[in-house]
């Protein structure tokens, strides 16, 4: 199973908004709306954000948003703030013989 | 609060085995789906194995099966993941992960993570 595609880096401004695109296969992305995102700050555990394409657990700002559209899911930041600077993986399902697939990672830069 | 904990890694040579344990406290264990992912050094997470509530359901990424076996105890709340035949791409920092399923339906997502043990695996 090849991970999803995901850009290797993306930058914004604080204040501004960013998108970052996940790509999968009708395997995986395009078939199941279970597509969950994490935060990994250096040298920490990653975090949920996102789960179920657009859901918000508890505790999670308000500026993290997520869709999906055939096989590419999309976190969107508004507003960013310096914290906001890491690494953000997508994860998705991908049927019983394989379960879950990630992305390979794309590190957020506030510039 | 939920916390999970691993422990067990280390340096293995090439060819060795490994076992790690994830112990959880602050949620009832055998109500959930657990998992193990790993990280190589400045790489991206890779999911290796997926274990029912019960123990009863088994997934590998086909990267470590036949290689490695996941378990668990739910009398001692504890998650394992025994490593053998260990390879130098198997060196990664290894976290275990909470699905928030319950029972016989995961969800396919991890909500809690503990802070990962580190495996070398290197002559």
């Known amino acids: 199973q090849s991970a999803l595609t995901q850009p290797a880096s993306v930058s914004g401004s604080p204040g501004q908004s960013i998108t970052i695109s996940c790509t999968g296969t009708s395997s995986d992305v395009g078939s199941y709306n279970l597509v969950s995102w994490y935060q990994q700050h250096p040298g920490k555990a990653p975090k949920l954000m996102i789960y179920e394409v657009s859901k918000r657990p508890s505790g999670v700002s308000n500026r993290f948003s997520g869709s999906k559209s055939g096989n590419t899911a999309s976190l969107t930041i508004s507003g960013l703030q310096a914290e906001d600077e890491a690494d953000y993986y997508c994860c998705s399902y991908a049927g019983s013989s394989t379960s879950n697939v990630f992305g390979g990672g794309t590190k957020l830069t506030v510039l | 609060q939920v916390q999970l904990v691993e422990s067990g890694g280390g340096l293995v040579k090439p060819g060795g085995s490994l076992r790690l344990s994830c112990a959880a406290s602050g949620f009832t264990f055998s109500d959930y789906y657990m998992s193990w992912i790993r990280q190589a050094p400045g790489k991206g997470l890779e999911w290796v194995s997926y274990?029912?509530?019960?123990?009863?359901?088994?997934y590998y990424a086909d990267s470590v099966k036949g290689r490695f076996t996941i378990s668990r105890d739910n009398a001692k709340n504890s998650l394992y993941l025994q490593m053998n035949s260990l390879r130098a791409e198997d060196t990664a920092v290894y976290y275990c992960?909470?699905?928030?399923?319950?029972?016989?339906?995961?969800?396919?997502?991890?909500?809690?993570w503990g802070q990962g043990t580190l495996v070398t695996v290197s002559s």
């Open positions: 992960a909470r699905d928030p399923g319950s029972g016989s339906y995961p969800q396919y997502y991890f909500d809690y």
């Open positions: 274990i029912s509530s019960s123990g009863s359901t088994i």
